[in-house]
């Protein structure tokens, strides 16, 4: 017999309504802290972890407003002054940064962040199941925070060093969510999955929320210079994170040092059950011939081509069509992802009450939660493109769009572990690259289409595409997503096939037995 770390072991977890397994997770809980468990402060980490990862995502897209001088790359004959001025005129020229970078540069060094963050996404989501998730994404985030505080400096050595430093930055950030993904299948029991998956993912929300409105305050800031500011606060704060990530995070309960007996057993248990069976390679073809895989890709493409674009392009239409001055931009541009942050908590506890309490089917909810978080901000962003210079009805239709947008995270987004939990952190990373791909076209697109000619018309131009997009990857979710485990998660029983169960030593540790 030989002793193999935990840590190796995939996890199999099975969502299901029948009887042994309710009273299973709930004969385990008795002695299981309810909301102060090692899960739960995991989960609260991963949840930081997620907010900080978006913060320097997005941060770049309000430091930009300021960073540009928009007097000179929006020259007068370029512009249709559809809407009032107000109080565009006297003090965004006072604003004017240094830079001359016209819509398309500037969607360059926006979108150079996600080539970088493509690169690593199924490299590490392959390595995390490997090799364990956790020093791939503290070390990932700690690299796209030091490089965070390099912005400003490469920002004055010119445009190309702006996108290399952001591209690096993406990389780092590349393992956050194919990380953070496989450490929920070790740590989240299936009942507890969609409130407390969804509550990690709603981390980048949040992370958006505070980002775009301090982003704002702290480009008109006398600290640091204005603007760079930005870079030196969030990536102080990423860096901190990183660190107390490495030293108070651990792979799997089984590797904490300090986890009461009965959480780690009730982990244990309502994960892989008593006895599992070690897997063996990623079943590459029958994922790639899965239609439920592709389903959630669809979706998954739908949703972050959607999300980009208002994401990096929402404070640029704030000011170019609204004239919204920039500090009160950051705040009008975060309050949609507000209501987002907010909408996806709430469908989380929804959609765990509908699969456990309610007996519906995963593959029902999911669809239901899917449709909703994308026909909805669908319509929403149709409905925006015509509400001409009326700010306020601009910000509350897509407010209550991208809202809506987070039933998504309790959608497709946490679908990965109801196909296959075995290999939920490969399939997040196939799908997380795949998108991610594809929304590198929406800044691009936008910026095509509205360079030297923010109109009004234009920008109606920005939000169909993305609401057609929309509605042709909603459509496929509905047709062919499943929230049924699938027969290609379990490797085919074979007479040599190893057998493993968790034991407790006389020092309270669990190791993994393989015969």
Not at 417 to 432: C, E, K
Not at 435 to 456: C, D, E, V
Request: charged share 15%.
């Amino acid at each position: 017999m030989t002793w193999k770390s935990e840590t190796s072991i995939a996890v199999d977890a099975k969502v299901a309504h029948s009887t042994s397994t309710e009273q299973l997770t709930e004969d385990a809980a008795k002695d299981v802290p309810k909301w102060t468990g090692v899960r739960h402060f995991t989960t609260l980490m991963l949840f930081l972890g997620m907010a900080n990862a978006y913060i320097m995502r997005t941060n770049m897209s309000v430091a930009i407003v300021a960073m540009v001088n928009q007097t000179a790359v929006l020259k007068p004959e370029t512009l249709t002054n559809e809407c009032p001025a107000n109080e565009y005129e006297p003090e965004e020229r006072a604003e004017d940064g240094a830079f001359i970078w016209d819509s398309e540069e500037q969607s360059i060094i926006l979108s150079s962040f996600f080539y970088g963050y493509v690169v690593t996404q199924i490299p590490f989501g392959i390595l995390a199941k490997r090799f364990g998730a956790k020093y791939f994404l503290g070390v990932g985030m700690l690299i796209n925070s030091v490089f965070g505080l390099l912005v400003p400096l490469a920002a004055n050595h010119g445009e190309g060093w702006m996108i290399v430093v952001r591209f690096v930055q993406g990389l780092g950030e590349g393992p956050i969510v194919p990380c953070t993904h496989a450490m929920l299948s070790n740590w989240i029991p299936p009942n507890e999955r969609s409130k407390l998956g969804a509550f990690v993912y709603a981390g980048a929300q949040l992370g958006t929320v505070i980002s775009l409105p301090l982003s704002g305050l702290l480009s008109r800031a006398s600290f640091g210079g204005g603007w760079p500011s930005i870079f030196y606060v969030f990536g102080a704060v990423g860096a901190l994170w990183s660190l107390a990530f490495l030293f108070t995070v651990y792979e799997d309960p089984n590797s904490h040092p300090t986890i009461r007996e009965s959480e780690r057993t009730y982990i244990n248990e309502a994960v892989w059950g008593k006895v599992v069976e070690e897997p063996g390679a990623v079943p590459w073809l029958s994922i790639f011939k899965s239609m439920p895989f592709w389903a959630i890709l669809a979706a998954h493409m739908g949703q972050n081509y959607g999300y980009e674009t208002l994401l990096t392009q929402l404070p640029s239409f704030m000011k170019q069509i609204l004239h919204v001055n920039i500090k009160d931009n950051g705040w009008q541009s975060a309050l949609p992802y507000l209501c987002m942050w907010i909408f996806s908590n709430m469908c989380s506890v929804c959609a765990d009450w509908l699969i456990w309490k309610r007996g519906m089917t995963a593959t029902f909810t999911r669809k239901l939660l899917n449709a909703i978080g994308l026909l909805g901000p669908a319509f929403c962003m149709i409905g925006a493109s015509y509400t001409g210079c009326s700010g306020a009805a601009t910000v509350a239709l897509l407010s209550v769009g991208v809202g809506l947008m987070g039933a998504t995270m309790s959608a497709y987004r946490i679908n990965h572990l109801d196909i296959s939990p075995r290999y939920a952190g490969v399939l997040m990373a196939i799908t997380n690259c795949v998108a991610n791909l594809f929304a590198l076209l929406a800044p691009l697109i936008a910026g095509k289409i509205t360079n030297h000619k923010p109109t009004q018309a234009a920008w109606r131009t920005v939000f169909f595409i993305s609401a057609g997009v929309y509605f042709v990857t909603a459509l496929i979710y509905q047709v062919f997503a499943s929230g049924e485990k699938q027969s290609w998660d379990t490797p085919p029983d074979k007479p040599a096939a190893r057998k493993r169960s968790v034991v407790n030593t006389d020092l309270g540790l669990s190791h993994v037995v393989s015969s």
